[in-house]
């Protein structure tokens, strides 16, 4: 069993920075993809980024390339979504889920996910 809990979220303004923080604890193993998904209110869960815990590629939707940076502590099972630049269309609850996936941005891939956390843009 694998459990997820993310940090980092709350309120900035528009062209601020947040830096979201996903500690795994359990049995991870190094196949492993971390992602971050987000959903906004009324919508969908999407895809942001993820990356493989082993030889550390990295994935990131087209709106957050440039902005977004994925990285992982492998010593520490943890993973950090740097986001910087942010509009207020990046506010929505911000997932973290881990699992081995052939697909790093299909969301039912993934076997274990966090309870989220807030990320408000005001303009």
């Known amino acids: 069993q694998v459990q997820l809990v993310e940090s980092g979220g709350g309120l900035v303004q528009a062209g601020g920075s947040l830096r979201l923080s996903c500690a795994a604890s359990g049995r991870i193993f190094s196949n492993y993809t971390m992602g971050w998904f987000r959903q906004g209110t009324g919508k969908e869960r999407d895809f942001v980024a993820a990356?493989?815990?082993?030889?550390?590629?990295?994935y990131y939707v087209d709106s957050v390339k440039g902005r977004f940076i994925i990285s992982r502590d492998k010593s520490k099972n943890t993973a950090y979504l740097q986001m910087n630049s942010l509009k207020p269309e990046d506010s929505a609850v911000y997932y973290c889920a881990a699992g081995e996936v052939a697909g790093p941005d299909v969301r039912h891939e993934y076997g274990y996910w966090g309870q989220g956390t807030q990320v408000t843009v005001s303009s």
């Open positions: 990356i493989r815990l082993n030889a550390g590629f990295e």
